[in-house]
């Protein structure tokens, strides 16, 4: 775990600025497009969250990634959903991590170490400078693990939250 001086010197510093180029709209795009069709194959909601970098002051008081992404997910309403199973793929990018909160309904069916697999992949991606694979691919199998635990059996559905990956 890294030292309060190191996180702070990693929000100050690390990569945060290239998030244009990491995440330029033509991957938006991209991602966009894979969350709405993985969407049709289940009951569940993804969301994508991309953060720069924290406030230092927030970092100072003992902000960590995961709680980040917990307060993410509920501003953007992931939790609000019908059946309960609203996920969000968090980035924090000055820090190289990434957190998945799911809500209730899926959070009892999944394994916190499924959503660590997928984490611990889309990491590797990116380290090595795969920012589209490790994007696309993370959002591939959260859709599969929704779709395993929340199949839509063809049924059509409203799309509840938006599609479009967040840039904070």
Not at 52 to 64: I, K, N, Q, T, Y
Not at 75 to 98: A, F, K, P
Not at 122 to 136: C, I, N, S, T, V
């Amino acid at each position: 775990m890294p030292t309060r001086t190191q996180r702070i010197m990693a929000n100050l510093f690390e990569g945060w600025f290239q998030l244009p180029r990491r995440f330029p709209p033509e991957l938006l795009d991209d991602m966009t497009a894979a969350i709405a069709d993985g969407e049709h194959t289940h009951l569940g909601e993804v969301r994508f969250a991309i953060e720069a970098r924290l406030p230092l002051a927030a970092v100072w008081s003992g902000l960590d990634s995961g709680t980040r992404a917990r307060q993410v997910f509920g501003q953007l309403g992931v939790w609000d959903t019908e059946h309960n199973c609203g996920v969000l793929i968090y980035v924090l990018m000055s820090e190289h991590r990434i957190e998945i909160v799911a809500d209730r309904g899926i959070a009892r069916r999944v394994k916190p170490e499924e959503w660590g697999a997928i984490c611990t992949e889309m990491l590797e991606h990116f380290a090595a400078g795969q920012w589209r694979a490790g994007a696309l691919q993370g959002i591939t199998q959260v859709h599969t693990l929704l779709a395993q635990h929340f199949p839509s059996h063809g049924r059509p559905r409203a799309d509840e939250l938006p599609d479009r990956p967040v840039l904070l």
